[in-house]
C-alpha cells in the first residue's frame, strides 16, 4: 500500500483562503469547521485516492484529475502522480469553472 505524500499547489492554497475568508465574513465558528473538514478530506485522499470520480475537464488535459466534494459546495481537484497527490484547486461549486480553469 503507498503512502502518498499531499502537494498542495499554490494555486490550491490561495483558492483555501478566499474560501475560508468569504465564510469568515458571516461566522467564525464556520469557516473554522470548513478549513477543517477540507483538511479531512485531504487526509482522507490516503490510502485510496482513486475512490473519487474523474472530473471533466472543460478543456483536454493531458492528465487525469478527479474531484472530492467537501460540505456540498466545495470541490477539491486532484490528480495522482506516482507517491504524490497534488491538489491543483479548492473551488466553490458555484463559481463557473470555465474562468478558473
Known amino acids: 500500500m503507498i503512502n502518498y505524500k499531499i502537494i498542495i ?7 483555501l483562503t478566499q474560501c475560508i475568508s468569504f465564510v469568515l465574513k458571516v ?14 478530506a485531504l487526509e482522507s485522499l490516503n490510502p485510496f485516492p482513486e475512490k473519487n470520480p474523474i472530473f471533466e475537464m472543460p478543456k483536454n488535459s493531458p492528465i487525469t484529475i478527479r474531484k472530492q466534494i467537501v460540505n456540498k459546495r466545495y470541490i477539491i481537484l486532484y490528480s495522482i502522480e506516482k507517491d504524490e497527490i497534488v491538489v491543483y484547486r479548492i473551488l466553490d461549486a458555484r463559481r463557473g469553472f470555465d474562468q478558473v480553469l
Open 9 to 15: 499547489s499554490l494555486k490550491a492554497q490561495s483558492d
Open 27 to 40: 461566522s467564525k465558528e464556520a469557516a473554522i469547521e470548513l478549513r477543517d473538514n477540507i483538511f479531512s
